[in-house]
């Protein structure tokens, strides 16, 4: 990825390299062979025709940005150089043609051709005419979506039936909860209090065989069983 900014007197290259291998390698981004009327401003200013930035060490698997600034106003038009990413053996793994363009942002993301700001504001991907093996990328790669679309929206088929199945859903699991309840009084009480105020008064036993008998309250107010002391009667009507 590189993205040329031309607004300023110097103008500017900035470059996103990932080192794909399994080891730290050191990288160095260098722009060459620029358009001609480049050359000679570059001759004057550095004494060279290849601007070059510093040398960085990139760990596996990471991504490390440079910058490649350029001396001097860039003549009218658009300007191409090719950058290159050389190893510590100066040799070249990665080029990539950037354009720049006098007072403007230009954009060379994955396998798309560079395009300014002024030129197309949406910054809609042109496949390059070339493969980007080049560049260290993958030829036939889907572009990246620019803009990442909201996943449901009112209204549309797939969001109702989505929202009707969690509503199922969660009517399924109570009516399933309620079955298993009668049986057993701990899964029918799971979670009873944070949907009604726990302990509830009790004037009697709701079992048939405990009815005659006075209720009893443990310390915390709940119906216990006058016998064990121990909450295993109904705190509810049936």
């Known amino acids: 990825m590189a993205v040329s900014d031309a607004r300023r007197a110097h103008s500017s290259v900035t470059l996103r390299a990932t080192n794909t291998g399994l080891a730290a390698a050191r990288f160095t981004a260098i722009a060459k062979d620029c358009s001609p009327e480049l050359p000679s ?29 350029l001396p001097g106003e860039l003549p009218a038009g658009v300007t191409r150089c090719k950058v290159c990413l050389l190893n510590h053996k100066n040799e070249s793994v990665a080029i990539r043609e950037v354009a720049l363009k006098k007072g403007d942002r230009c954009f060379c993301v994955w396998h798309c051709d560079c395009v300014c700001l002024t030129d197309d504001p949406k910054l809609l991907c042109r496949a390059l005419p070339a493969p980007l093996l080049s560049a260290g990328g993958v030829p036939h790669a889907r572009p990246r979506p620019r803009k990442r679309e909201p996943p449901c929206e009112a209204g ?49 036993y709701q079992e048939p065989w405990l009815r005659s008998r006075p209720v009893s309250l443990d310390a915390a107010g709940y119906a ?8 295993t009667v109904h705190s509810m009507p049936m």
Do not use: N
């Open 41 to 69: 401003l570059l001759q004057r200013s550095l004494g060279s025709d290849v601007v070059t930035s510093g040398s960085q060490l990139i760990p596996p698997r990471h991504t490390r940005r440079y910058t490649l600034v």
């Open 156 to 204: 549309q088929p797939g969001c109702l039936v989505a929202m009707m199945g969690a509503v199922g859903a969660v009517l399924g699991l109570g009516l399933l909860k309620g079955v298993i309840g009668i049986f057993i009084r701990k899964v029918a009480y799971y979670k009873l209090d944070v949907v009604c105020s726990m302990p509830r008064p009790l004037h009697k």
């Open 224 to 231: 216990v069983h006058p016998d064990t002391g121990l909450r």
